[in-house]
């Protein structure tokens, strides 16, 4: 069964990462509830639970061959944490997180969107 992943940074269209999801079909540009914060780790952005911001990315649905590869990519469990979240709409997908301790005294983007910071 495919997984719909939400994907906010290099693996937006137009990312420099993005070469690693292309072939699987986007369905929508899609915001999170205002419950995550976006925070910078340099390069690239990290999602974390537990904050006011909506997050601003784009939806893929990706088999599971691919999952395991991105999973391996975001280096989770280990880095980030593909975890359920909520959009605005109230669809329910899969994200990256950054666990929280991990984002302390990362700059933060106000914005929600790694594009407009």
Request: hydrophobic fraction near 45%; glycine fraction near 8%; charged fraction near 20%.
């Amino acid at each position: 069964m495919p997984t719909l992943l939400f994907v906010y940074g290099t693996l937006r269209a137009g990312e420099p990462s993005h070469h690693l999801i292309a072939a699987a079909p986007c369905l929508a540009e899609a915001s999170t509830d205002r419950a995550f914060e976006l925070v910078s780790l340099g390069d690239y952005p990290a999602m974390v639970a537990g904050g006011r911001t909506a997050v601003v990315g784009e939806i893929y649905q990706v088999d599971a061959e691919l999952l395991a590869r991105l999973d391996a990519f975001e280096d989770h469990p280990h880095l980030y944490r593909r975890q359920p979240i909520a959009l605005a709409d109230g669809r329910a997908v899969e994200a990256y997180l950054l666990p929280r301790a991990r984002a302390r005294g990362l700059p933060r983007i106000p914005s929600g969107d790694w594009r407009a910071p």
